[in-house]
């Protein structure tokens, strides 16, 4: 069973209810169809726009029984929503009126299911950017206690198995900050551990990766994984994460014997955090085409919810795949 299949299987267990706030989008409703069919969640909430959805369905020959279908503008909710988020946002001077108008869109209305517990994992972005996206998130759903910036993951499914958890790596951050600072990449450390849990459901081994293994280097880059290591340390006490470690200390048994002689991580890490966004995003990439590695993600980390962005160019099976990743890390 690959990464995918068992994250089916989890939601399956799981039935949890997800709301698509881009249910109009035809890749989206196809994919919501497949979601409901194969069981991978209790319920599907497809938010609407001007009516869209019906013609859409019957244009592509898309059953909609079974779905929950909701307008924004016009749901029994958008008062308590509206008033929720004047709330949220009354102190950057916004008004009843202009809050309202932002709740009746899909995106804050689907944030605020979420957020409300209406919904208990959210996945847009196929019509909307990742920008957008996020701010929803950032707005109403939040980060988790505790952590001040959202970041990113990927799963990756390599074809040794001897490596990582059975083959399988979580890579933060790949897609979202550019330049994190100490502080910055520290909490990428600490959500990419998190996310070790809920999709991998095995405990985290994290290495801060470097172009320097134990002082092999001295620079300011090298400086800043050293400085965001000892904030994890003094954060999460709890967490097996060392650094600065190289990729093939990180994950060789034989180097890491070498060159991190003692280092519970080197050798065995299954959660690899890179310095910065460029090299996290060429990183998967190379693993990707050149090992044939599966490539799942990008994957939201740091919101107090289950939530995640897709490319706007995802396919239909993109679209499922990631559902059921983020349906599966919802707690039970």
Do not use: W
Request: glycine share 8%; charged share 25%; with cysteine.
């Amino acid at each position: 069973m690959n990464f995918i299949e068992k994250q089916k299987e989890s939601a399956r267990k799981l039935q949890k209810v997800l709301v698509l706030p881009e249910g109009y989008e035809p890749r989206t409703l196809k994919a919501a169809r497949a979601i409901l069919d194969e069981k991978l969640a209790g319920e599907v909430i497809l938010l609407d726009k001007n009516g869209a959805i019906k013609e859409i369905a019957a244009g592509n020959g898309i059953n909609l029984d079974g779905f929950t279908i909701i307008d924004p503008a016009t749901d029994s909710r958008l008062d308590d929503y509206t008033g929720a988020y004047y709330e949220m946002r009354k102190h950057k001077g916004i008004s009843q009126q202009d809050a309202r108008k932002v709740m009746m869109g899909n995106l804050y209305f689907g944030s605020m299911m979420l957020h409300k517990g209406h919904a208990d994992a959210l996945v847009a972005g196929a019509d909307h950017p990742t920008s957008d996206v996020l701010v929803a998130g950032f707005t109403i759903v939040k980060t988790a206690p505790d952590v001040k910036y959202a970041s990113s993951c990927f799963v990756m499914d390599v074809p040794n198995k001897a490596m990582g958890a059975d083959g399988l790596f979580i890579f933060a951050d790949c897609a979202t900050i550019p330049e994190p600072t100490a502080e910055q990449l520290a909490e990428i450390a600490i959500a990419a551990c998190e996310s070790c849990k809920a999709f991998l459901k095995v405990e985290p081994v994290c290495a801060m990766l470097s172009f320097s293994t134990k002082g092999s280097a001295s620079h300011p880059n090298v400086d800043k994984v050293l400085e965001a290591l000892k904030i994890v340390k003094a954060r999460r006490p709890d967490l097996n994460v060392d650094g600065e470690l190289q990729l093939d200390a990180a994950v060789a048994p034989d180097v890491a014997a070498k060159k991190a002689p003692g280092s519970a991580v080197a050798g065995k890490a299954n959660v690899l955090v890179f310095p910065d966004l460029q090299s996290g995003n060429i990183g998967y990439k190379l693993v990707q085409r050149f090992a044939g590695g599966g490539a799942y993600g990008p994957f939201m980390q740091g919101f107090a919810k289950p939530l995640s962005d897709l490319s706007r160019g995802a396919t239909i099976e993109d679209i499922i795949n990631t559902c059921a990743t983020v349906l599966s890390s919802c707690k039970e």
